[in-house]
């Protein structure tokens, strides 16, 4: 199979209340932990790249690696996805080297900013059969270079959500329900909760329309420790309960973000390695463990979180 977009990934996990898996992919090992967890639970896959990540690995081979990805596992549905797209600029560069999907960025815009550039992005990307996510409402954490202060970040009044839709044409829209970027959403000592009254009120004035849950790391405690115990430093990383983005799941919510918990457990694994074989050199070595490590959490959150195990 090759890369398709989500539109039909997106219907089916609508109807059948589960989500599919959004992952940022940098380098080889993320590509494959995350699709040969794919592969084994028959999952589809979104497998997403930053503005950030472009930078890193540069387009061309990021391109490749997916490439691979779907030679590899020809099974499975896979869609390559442009995440946070800050510009038209970047998005028309997406859409012109091979993406399915693109994201642009405007939430930071005024609304009707937010309408013009995005219903621009929307009209390049459908006349070449390319979907659009767009965003309303600010998470805190780091969007791309726009770091967003806690308490300057807004939830997505539901009572806008109609008009933006209906004026941008976008296939899927991001909300600000509490998730946030990152592995500090929540301060230690509070109780974690997602304004689901936001999302349910969103989805009543969107039936059938898919939202997009952004930020939805859980910090496993586990990597944490690991981090924390093998010479990193990482007081008070709290994520959002797995509990509650099963429930998001069962709603209107059709993809959920997954980045900070993939680079958690690829450096706590790498960090014990190191401390456990400091003699060692050979970057096959640790990268080794660290994929695998990879592989299982995104297995974890495919079965018991996201609910599309099977769903291929
Ligand atoms: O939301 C942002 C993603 O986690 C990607 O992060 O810009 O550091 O690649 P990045
Ligand atoms: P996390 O930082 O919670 O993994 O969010 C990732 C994300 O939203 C990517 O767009
Ligand atoms: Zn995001």
Same mark, same amino acid.
């Given at each position: 199979m090759s890369l398709v977009t989500s539109k039909e990934m997106f219907a089916k996990a609508y109807n059948g209340g589960y989500a599919i898996g959004a992952f940022n992919v940098n380098n080889m090992e993320i590509v494959q932990g995350i699709t040969e967890a794919c592969r084994e639970e028959n999952a589809p896959v979104i497998l997403q790249v930053s503005k950030g990540a472009r930078a890193y690995a540069n387009h061309t081979y990021l391109i490749k690696l997916v490439e691979a990805a779907v030679l590899e596992c020809p099974e499975i549905p896979m869609v390559l996805h442009l995440d946070h797209g800050p510009d038209f600029e970047t998005c028309k560069s997406c859409i012109d080297g091979g993406f399915t999907s693109v994201m642009i960025d405007? =939430?930071?815009?005024p609304f009707a900013e937010n309408i013009a550039i995005t219903r621009r992005v929307v009209e390049y990307a459908h006349d070449h059969g390319v979907v659009v996510e767009a965003e309303l409402g600010t998470l805190s954490g780091i969007e791309d270079e726009v770091k967003v202060k806690e308490g300057h970040a807004s939830y997505t009044r539901p009572e806008e959500v109609e008009e933006f839709v209906s004026k941008t044409g976008c296939d899927s829209l991001a909300i600000a329900i509490g998730t946030s970027h990152g592995a500090y959403k929540f301060k230690p000592g509070t109780i974690p909760q997602l304004r689901f009254d936001v999302l349910h009120e969103c989805e009543k004035r969107l039936p059938g329309f898919p939202i997009v849950l952004h930020g939805?790391? =859980?910090?496993?405690q586990e990597y944490v420790d690991m981090i924390n115990q093998y010479g990193g430093a990482m007081p008070g990383a709290i994520g959002v309960p797995e509990d509650q983005l099963r429930e998001a799941a069962r709603s209107a919510v059709c993809k959920i973000n997954i980045d900070s918990d993939l680079r958690l457990a690829m450096t706590g694994t790498i960090r014990k390695f190191m401390a456990e074989h400091p003699d060692k050199f050979d970057p096959r070595e640790y990268l080794k463990p660290a994929r695998a490590n990879i592989k299982e959490l995104v297995r974890h959150k495919l079965v018991d979180v996201l609910g599309c195990a099977g769903k291929a």
């Open positions: 405007a =939430s930071s815009k939805s790391s =859980s910090v496993p």
